[in-house]
């Protein structure tokens, strides 16, 4: 009555899956690097921005980029971008922003984030934090900047 091998609606249902499961994956990486990207030129107005990513997937949003380039290490990076642990190694001018709020609620040197959260991408800047380390964004930016936490 019924075969051991799956049906094709079945079948069929599992590849549309599969192959929405990925493009959700390269939109949200593509997002992600497009929002990286506003905020490097916006912080760094130069030709290439080089940007320090400290997990596997920060790496592949930068290598994805046009605009910016991935610094070898932290020590040479304009941009770094971290989840947990901001590098010992850092340039003397170098900006910090955090994919993590836990993150950017716990370090004083980290003047941004950019989280995910209930599916939307949020952009989060803290005015004190971006004036002590001397750091302005166009006004494009200004509803992602708040005065505190």
């Known amino acids: 009555m019924f075969s051991k091998t799956p049906s094709l609606f079945v079948q ?20 992600e690097t497009q929002i990286i990207e506003r905020v490097a030129a916006a912080l760094f107005p130069k030709q290439k921005i080089a940007v320090w990513g400290e997990t596997a997937d920060q790496k592949e949003m930068i290598k994805q980029s046009k605009i910016i380039e991935e610094a070898i290490d932290s020590s040479n ?25 836990s993150q950017l609620i716990k370090d004083e040197r980290i003047i941004g984030a950019f989280f995910w959260q209930k599916g939307r991408p ?7 934090r971006m004036q002590k380390a001397n750091v302005k964004l166009s006004h494009e930016f200004d509803k992602y900047i708040e005065d505190e936490l």
């Open 12 to 31: 069929g249902f599992f590849i549309f899956f599969i192959n929405a499961a990925l493009c959700a994956e390269v939109s949200t990486t593509s997002i």
């Open 77 to 101: 990076a304009d941009l770094i971008i971290v989840s947990k642990k901001i590098p010992q190694n850092l340039s003397k001018n170098c900006v910090i922003i955090t994919t993590e709020y």
């Open 122 to 128: 949020n952009l989060l800047f803290l005015r004190p």
